[in-house]
Every structure is written in C-alpha cells, then in structure tokens.
T-cell receptor, first 114, second 114 residues
Framework: AQSVAQPEDQVNVAEGNPLTVKCTYSVSGNPYLFWYVQYPNRGLQFLLKYITGDNLVKGSYGFEAEFNKSQTSFHLKKPSALVSDSALYFCAVPEDTGRRALTFGSGTRLQVQP | KAGVTQTPRYLIKTRGQQVTLSCSPISGHRSVSWYQQTPGQGLQFLFEYFSETQRNKGNFPGRFSGRQFSNSRSEMNVSTLELGDSALYLC?????????????FGPGTRLTVL
C-alpha cells in the first residue's frame, strides 16, 4: 500500500515570511501526489497535484509544491504567508496503483501570526 | 459550476439508530467517494462509486453502506449507530474513471452519536 507522512503536527510562521509544510511519500511506481487544505468546519479544498513533469507544481492561492524524487518528498510552499492561510493541510496519495481511494497524511496545522 | 453539496450538514442521533447522508456531485462528475474524518483516525476512505457501481470499499464494517443513483447522486447509510461513528463524513466527486483525477470535496456532514 502507498502512504504519505507529515512529520510536523504544527507549523508556526510570521505573516509575510515564507512557509513550508512537509510531506514524504512511499509509493510503488510513479507517484501521484495531492495537497488539500481544510478550514474550520469546512470540507477539503484542492490546492495542487503532481502527476508528472516539472518538479515545481503551482496551485491555488499562491501555493506551490516541490517534488523531490531522491528525497521522496513533496513539500508545500508559499513565498509569503498570510494570516488567512492558517488552516489544516493534508497531503494525499492513491492508496494503491489504479485505486481512486486516497490515503491522507495526518495533517499539519499551519498557524500564521500577524 | 456549483460544488459538491452534502445534506444534512449536521445530524444528531442516538446509539442504535440508523442514518442516511446525501451527496450531490459537481455537475458532469460521475465518480463519488466517501471518507470519514475523526480526530483519532484522521481521514479514512469508506467507498467509491462510479456509474452506480461500487468500485472500492474501505476497511469498515458492513453497517456502512452506500449507493449511487443514475444521476450520480450518492447516499451512504450507517445502521445500528455506535458512539465511535461520530465523525465528519466527506463526499468527493471527480469527473471520470481516471484514478489520478482530482477529487473535489463537499463541506461534509457532521454526525454526532449520543
């Protein structure tokens, strides 16, 4: 089975500073990776995904993610954090090749301080 | 395009009762997946439907069931509710059969079992 791990439960960053939310993966074959964000009392909102191609993937709301095959990582980044970015972030991967069911990481709470 | 809608948004039931949750996918989307989110277990896949057929099922007891209608709308049912079924139930839709298609999530149904 394929899996992702988010090593940090919480990330704190000051507004205007760059942010990074970490994700590492374990897959067989080609990795397909997703990032979602969850605001309080809301569902998950899709940010971006990596299927193939450029290692830097651009997504919604100014977020981007860097795919690194040698380090099996797919870290989410943003050059300048906003207070409104404070939320719960999940990375995800199909639980197995050919299966749509997503396996999610445990989530990282991002707190952006004014 | 309207997003994924889920009804009801909140539900309170007592142990032993049964409950039905409804999901309307994005117009034109034919695949619907269901996930359970709890503080302890995180996000877990329940099942996936495509063209009225269950394609995949997660590791949940038979008390959890679902179906999909010809208009792609989906329902999930939980019978003989237990306290541990209290969770946010999320529905996600995607356009077709490609397993790397993005899944778009609804706002969820918050189920509380007393």
């Amino acid at each position: 089975a394929q899996s992702v791990a988010q090593p940090e439960d919480q990330v704190n960053v000051a507004e205007g500073n760059p942010l990074t939310v970490k994700c590492t993966y374990s897959v067989s074959g080609n990795p397909y990776l997703f990032w979602y964000v969850q605001y309080p009392n809301r569902g998950l909102q899709f940010l971006l995904k990596y299927i193939t191609g450029d290692n830097l993937v651009k997504g919604s709301y100014g977020f981007e993610a860097e795919f690194n095959k040698s380090q099996t990582s797919f870290h989410l980044k943003k050059p300048s954090a906003l207070v409104s970015d404070s939320a719960l972030y999940f990375c995800a991967v199909p639980e197995d090749t050919g299966r749509r069911a997503l396996t999610f990481g445990s989530g990282t709470r991002l707190q952006v301080q004014p | 395009k309207a997003g994924v809608t889920q009804t009801p948004r909140y539900l309170i039931k007592t142990r032993g009762q049964q409950v039905t949750l409804s999901c309307s996918p994005i117009s034109g989307h034919r695949s619907v997946s269901w996930y359970q989110q709890t503080p302890g277990q995180g996000l877990q896949f329940l099942f996936e439907y495509f063209s009225e057929t269950q394609r995949n099922k997660g590791n949940f007891p038979g008390r959890f069931s679902g179906r999909q209608f010809s208009n792609s709308r989906s329902e999930m049912n939980v019978s003989t509710l237990e306290l541990g079924d209290s969770a946010l139930y999320l529905c996600a839709s995607s356009p077709g059969e490609v397993y790397t298609d993005t899944q778009y999530f609804g706002p969820g149904t918050r189920l509380t079992v007393l």
